[in-house]
């Protein structure tokens, strides 16, 4: 048996008027729409392609007509860690019990867009209802964000924020493709970050760019009063799910971790 099992309805068919379509977005050159279980454990062991021009390419092109849902989105998953951060300054909660209870908070919403973002860079539709489609899989998610919080708590703990700088970028830059399979894959949050692992391993330099790309573009886009965050946010997004798509293509649809 492969890396997932079961299998749900796929968010997004059907015609809706707030869907963005596929329309001019086709599949990435080179990428496989679906990739069988078998042939994800092969891409772990063996690696994928992965060209920094390319993936910014499909992101640019599959961010047309998608920045409405996905800025929206943003904006739910900001509203509802402003929330979960006044209520927990006011009940006078710890600084890393309050970061846990965000991330608890907001798992849905970061799946869905996360998955929102490679649908697009697939060039499949979504839709804002699509971002809350992947609540089967939430505990798993939240597990994975609260390793990496873990991580980030204990480096400072051990060896000074400074120190531990590298231990947690390594750590960010090796799973950051555990969230995808988790909502994709069904994976548990154990195995989604050892498969994450494995996978980044082949492609780790070319990943790091990418982020450190990423990570300037979102900064220069705070400049102009934090305006550009509209484009350079959803862009991001995309940007991340196009990694994920050419490494390993989608699978048919949200699937419940095991």
Do not use: N
Not at 154 to 174: E, R, V
Request: charged letters at 15%; a positive charge.
């Amino acid at each position: 048996m492969g890396m997932g099992e079961h299998t749900h309805r796929r968010p997004g068919h059907g015609t809706r008027p707030d869907t963005v379509g596929a329309s001019g977005v086709g599949r990435p050159p080179g990428t496989m729409a679906r990739m069988t279980p078998s042939a994800l454990d092969k891409a772990a062991a063996e690696g994928f392609a992965l060209d920094l021009r390319t993936v910014l390419a499909d992101a640019a092109r599959a961010l047309r007509g998608s920045k409405r849902v996905l800025v929206a989105g943003a904006l739910a998953w900001l509203a509802i860690s402003v929330a979960v951060g006044w209520i927990t300054l006011v009940l006078g909660v710890g600084t890393e019990l309050s970061s846990a209870l965000g991330i608890l908070a907001t798992a849905p919403l970061t799946v869905g867009l996360v998955m929102a973002g490679a649908r697009r860079a697939a060039g499949e539709p979504i839709a804002f209802a699509d971002l809350w489609a992947y609540r089967s899989v939430t505990a798993h998610a939240a597990i994975v964000l609260l390793a990496g919080l873990l991580v980030v708590i204990g480096g400072d703990a051990l060896m000074g924020p400074l120190a531990s700088l590298p231990l947690t970028m390594a750590y960010g830059l090796f799973t950051a493709l555990a969230l995808y399979l988790v909502a994709d894959r069904g994976l548990p949050a154990g195995r989604a970050l050892v498969v994450s692992a494995l996978l980044v391993r082949h492609r780790w330099g070319a990943l790091l760019l990418l982020q450190l790309v990423l990570a300037a573009l979102l900064a220069l886009a705070i400049v102009p009063l934090g305006l550009g965050l509209v484009w350079a946010g959803p862009f991001a997004i995309v940007a991340q799910g196009a990694v994920y798509v050419r490494a390993v293509g989608l699978a048919d649809g949200p699937r419940r971790a095991t």
